[in-house]
C-alpha cells in the first residue's frame, strides 16, 4: 500500500510545531511521504528532510501551494482521498475498504478546512467524534491501516539507530 500525507493549510504564525509532527509521525509510522499546502515554509521542508537523512527511508517532502491542485493530481494518479475528520465515519468501519484501494492520500486539516475537502473526498473518516489532536488521529490512522506492523519497520540507509533499553538512552550512529 502506498501512503501520502497531505497537510492541508499551514499557517507558518500558528502550525509550525504540528505541521513538522505531522511529518515525522507519517514517516515514522509508515508513510511514504507529505505534501504540506498552505503558507510555504521552508523550515517544515528543511526538518523533515533532516529527520529522514539522519534516520533513514525513504520519504518524500513537498510543497504545493494549491490544496485544490494536491488533491486533484493524486486523484488523476489513482489514489483514493481520505480526509480525517472529527465529522466522518468511524475509521473502523471503513478500514478494510480502504486497505484494499491501494494508494491513499490521507489528508490532515486543521481549523479552517474548507467545505469543498469535504466533497472532495471519497471519504471522510473519524478517528474519534470529539475534538482532538490531528497527529493523534493520523497515527492513529495509519496504525490501523498498517495492521500495527509498522512498528518493526526498518529504515534503510540510517545514520542514527536508537537502541531500545529498559533505561536511558543509546542511539548509535552520527
Known amino acids: ?17 504540528i505541521s ?12 511514504d511521504g507529505i505534501v504540506y499546502s498552505g503558507d510555504q515554509d ?15 527511508g525513504k520519504f518524500s517532502v513537498a510543497y504545493e501551494k494549491s490544496w485544490k491542485k494536491v488533491v486533484k493530481d493524486y486523484k488523476r494518479k489513482g489514489y483514493t482521498i481520505v480526509h480525517l475528520t472529527m465529522y466522518g465515519m468511524p475509521v473502523q468501519k471503513k478500514l478494510s475498504g480502504l486497505r484494499r484501494k491501494g494508494k491513499l492520500l490521507v489528508v490532515v486539516g486543521g481549523e479552517k478546512v474548507p467545505w469543498e ?3 472532495m473526498a471519497d ?8 475534538p482532538h489532536s490531528e497527529i493523534a488521529a493520523l497515527a492513529v ?3 490501523r491501516i498498517f495492521f500495527s506492523k509498522e512498528l518493526d519497520k526498518k529504515f534503510s ?12 538512552k543509546k542511539v548509535i550512529g552520527k
Open 42 to 56: 521552508q523550515a517544515i521542508l528543511d526538518s523533515v528532510t533532516r529527520v529522514r537523512e539522519d534516520w533513514g
Open 141 to 143: 490512522f495509519l496504525d
Open 157 to 168: 540507509r540510517a545514520k542514527k539507530t536508537v537502541i531500545p533499553q529498559e533505561r536511558g
Open 20 to 31: 513538522t509532527h505531522c511529518g515525522l509521525v507519517a514517516r515514522a509510522l509508515g508513510a
Open 123 to 130: 471519504f471522510n473518516v473519524a478517528v474519534t467524534s470529539q
Open 117 to 119: 475537502m469535504y466533497e
Open 1 to 17: 500500500m502506498k501512503v501520502i500525507v497531505f497537510r492541508l493549510g499551514h499557517r507558518i504564525s500558528r502550525d509550525h510545531r
